[in-house]
């Protein structure tokens, strides 16, 4: 039986051309996405602006507990994207804001609510155009978490907030680690004391 050297797999996993991303846009309220987020449970967080980045308007009737979520309140739209990479089918889905950049990034792990995450993508309705907009400078990953979100009343505002996840399973943190290599971001795990 013939076993190739090493080095010549690793060659031939080199030479496998990229999967094209398949993209879908939809459109959508800061409102609806608060709604829907509690559902999803566990998700990777890539927040595409520092946190502390002032949003242009907040929503009425909605409020965040840390500034590190502001950029979900800027979310108009949805940009729900598929790939197969070397490690298996990655999803996720890009927030965008009125001008088409990128506000935040949401993986899909083993640890979430799929069925949540397809109704999210239902609920919102199709826009035009099948990719987010490459013309304006797109903002770069600032850092990765894995978070669960929760929503609350407080005196007739919805204030969203978010929580480490945790436990996360052990195939849940090896998918967040190759999300956070691929992005090119430090990934913010929290233990179990």
């Known amino acids: 039986m013939f076993v190739p050297p090493v ?5 031939l996993r080199r030479a496998i051309p990229a999967q094209a991303i398949h993209w879908r846009c939809l459109r959508t309220t800061p ?20 946190d502390g980045a002032q949003p242009h308007e907040w929503p009425r009737g909605l409020l965040v507990d840390t500034m590190q979520l502001a950029p979900l309140l800027q979310t108009r739209r949805l940009a729900a994207a ?8 990655r999803e996720w889905i890009e927030c965008l804001d ?6 935040v990034r949401l993986h899909l792990l083993p640890d979430t ?29 600032v850092y990765a978490k894995v978070l ?3 929503a609350r009343r407080l ?3 919805v204030v969203l907030g978010a929580e480490p996840c945790l436990p996360i399973s052990p195939l849940g943190r ?11 971001v430090p990934l913010q795990l929290a233990h179990r004391d």
Not at 174 to 184: C, H, K, N, S, T
Request: charged letters at 25%; proline letters at 9%.
């Open 7 to 11: 080095h010549r797999l690793q060659d």
């Open 31 to 50: 409102a609806q996405l608060v709604e829907r987020l509690p559902e999803l449970g566990g998700v990777l967080y890539v927040p595409m602006r520092p």
């Open 82 to 89: 598929g790939m197969i990479t070397s490690e298996g089918p």
């Open 98 to 103: 009125r001008e088409g950049r990128g506000c």
């Open 113 to 141: 609510d799929y069925l949540a995450w397809d109704r999210l993508l239902e609920h919102a309705r199709v826009a035009p155009g099948g990719r987010p907009s490459r013309r304006l400078r797109q903002p770069c990953p």
């Open 148 to 150: 669960r979100f929760h």
């Open 155 to 157: 005196a007739g505002l």
């Open 174 to 184: 090896q998918v967040a680690g190759q999300i956070a290599r691929a992005e090119a």
